[in-house]
């Protein structure tokens, strides 16, 4: 089955840029979305089909993908985004399954 | 914007069957998809199950042979059902709509369950 690989903590000085990847194999032929989540919160969708933002969501989030990594990136990070981040895809091949990646916690040095 | 709301028993024995609710509000549930995802207690993400409004269902294959999701249109809402519940089952259940069958753009607030005898 289809894997998705996140390191498991990112950790940036406010005001800096954070870059958050995720690896699968030819990734980039595929949709991938972020969530965001703080503690005891649902997840909340930050990016979605790669790069786009849902209403509300603002410019500083970003999204890329190509080749075996997308990348969520996160400028001008403040302390309210300290959070685990989730990639996830849809996979359509045979049973339709979504495929999560395991969570990044980025720390706000 | 729509809301969804999580109900179900938040302590389940080991070997019983899980019943949980989601109702969906400011907004109907017709013509999109809805789905589960939980999250063991300290761990990530895990998809369970989702299905088109008119019952067309996908499983997690890992738990497919447990899982049952469906539908009550008229009520504006959606269930799940695990069978043969294990500690291992132990997590936060939250309940979504899906966008297109592929991501989760409104999700409820989640529900703990606990498998314990």
């Known amino acids: 089955s289809y894997a998705l690989a996140q390191p498991p903590s990112v950790s940036v000085a406010p005001g800096q840029t954070a870059r958050i990847p995720c690896g699968g194999d030819?990734?980039?032929?595929?949709?991938v979305h972020w969530y965001q989540q703080k503690p005891g919160q649902a997840p909340v969708l930050v990016v979605f089909?790669?790069?786009d933002r849902p209403s509300g969501i603002p410019d500083r989030f970003s999204g890329s993908n190509s080749g075996n990594t997308a990348t969520l990136t996160i400028t001008r990070v403040d302390a309210g985004d300290e959070a685990d981040y989730y990639c996830q895809l849809w996979d359509n091949r045979g049973d339709h399954s979504w495929v999560f990646g395991g969570g990044t916690k980025l720390t706000v040095l | 914007q729509v809301r969804l709301q999580e109900s179900g028993p938040g302590l389940v024995k080991p070997s019983e069957t899980l019943s949980l609710t989601c109702n969906v509000s400011s907004g109907s549930i017709r013509d999109f998809y809805w789905g589960w995802v939980r999250q063991p207690p300290g761990r990530g993400l895990e998809w369970i199950a989702y299905m088109y409004f008119s019952g067309t269902t996908y499983y997690n294959p890992t738990l497919k042979s447990r899982v049952t999701i469906s539908v009550d249109t008229p009520a504006n809402q959606f269930y799940l059902q695990l069978t043969s519940v294990t500690p291992a089952d132990t997590a936060v259940y939250f309940c979504a709509r899906v966008w297109g069958g592929s991501y989760c753009d409104n999700w409820g607030q989640g529900t703990p369950v606990t498998v314990s005898s």
């Open positions: 089909d790669d790069s």
């Open positions: 030819n990734i980039g032929s595929k949709s």
